[in-house]
């Protein structure tokens, strides 16, 4: 039920032949690009995401970038 924006983005011929306009776009719903919420846009925030995330692959012993 949940998959439907994210089937759209990698199979429609729509978003191949207007890659410009659809790269790194929210499609909410199929079809539409969307905004990023206010959360999505808070660079604080998202480096605070990135930063415990690597930080919880690298407790995995998965490399990142090619690291080892």
Do not use: C, N
């Amino acid at each position: 039920k949940g998959t439907a924006s994210t089937l759209f983005a990698a199979l429609s011929p729509t978003v191949r032949a207007q890659a410009e306009t659809f790269a790194g776009a929210y499609i909410v719903p199929p079809g539409k690009r969307g905004m990023a919420s206010r959360q999505a846009r808070d660079e604080g925030l998202v480096e605070e995401v990135r930063v415990f995330s690597e930080g919880r692959i690298r407790e995995w012993g998965v490399g990142l970038g090619g690291e080892v």
